[in-house]
């Protein structure tokens, strides 16, 4: 019995290029698939990986704690609900300018002291403006610096608004064995507001004494 030409040769060169052909058909059906898959899943990173932008309102660090002079400054730009003055939240130098309708008609402020471990032994003090006094029994030196009846500030300066008591504020300076542990402002309307802090003492601006002007 005699078989097929095809049968007898395996390497007959027709059943070669239909194998061929069909071999391109279906690899390429099959990379086709592959190439064009959307559902396949971009590899996730890690949060610590990602780049966030830290400005904007959308952004808040909970652990920045910002320094007196920096909340300071945040508040004395413009008026706000607490009636205290806005600022810029930048710490920049500033001056100190008493305007010349202020100038020499204040005297000295009222500072009451106070020991923290004995609230019944508060003290007030008189101080004249541009001097100092030292608490009995504390080791601390305050200096009193300028008076301002309507503390303000802008991008230069610290300053008054006019000569009313609208938010009265003095600069103290405070030394502990010679070294200053404070220097700020003491305001009579916001006494916990960048106040002098101390485990031990504390001091609030309780008003102002005027000059006596002829």
Not at 143 to 170: C, H, I, Q, R, W
Request: aromatic content about 8%.
């Amino acid at each position: 019995m005699k078989q097929s030409p095809d049968k007898l040769n395996p390497l007959n060169p027709g059943k070669k290029i239909l194998n061929f052909s069909l071999i391109l058909i279906l690899g390429g059906a099959v990379s086709c698939s592959v190439g064009t898959d959307k559902s396949t899943p971009l590899p996730e990173k890690p949060l610590s990986e990602l780049k966030l932008s830290s400005e904007g309102s959308s952004f808040k660090s909970e652990n920045r704690v910002p320094s007196a002079e920096a909340v300071l400054a945040e508040r004395s730009q413009g008026a706000e609900a607490d009636g205290h003055p806005q600022v810029n939240d930048q710490v920049v130098p500033r001056e100190i300018i008493v305007p010349s309708d202020v100038k020499g008609r204040w005297k000295a402020v009222r500072i009451l002291f106070r020991n923290k471990k004995d609230p019944e032994s508060g003290k007030m003090q008189i101080a004249d403006l541009g001097t100092s006094f030292i608490p009995q029994d504390s080791g601390l030196k305050v200096t009193v610096g300028p008076f301002l009846p309507n503390f303000v500030m802008n991008k230069t300066s610290y300053t008054s608004k006019g000569n009313d008591e609208l938010n009265p504020a003095v600069q103290l300076i405070v030394e502990e064995n010679g070294k200053i542990i404070y220097k700020g402002w003491a305001f009579k309307k916001f006494p916990t507001m960048y106040a002098f802090e101390h485990d031990n003492y504390s001091l609030e601006l309780m008003g102002a004494v005027p000059a006596v002007v002829s």
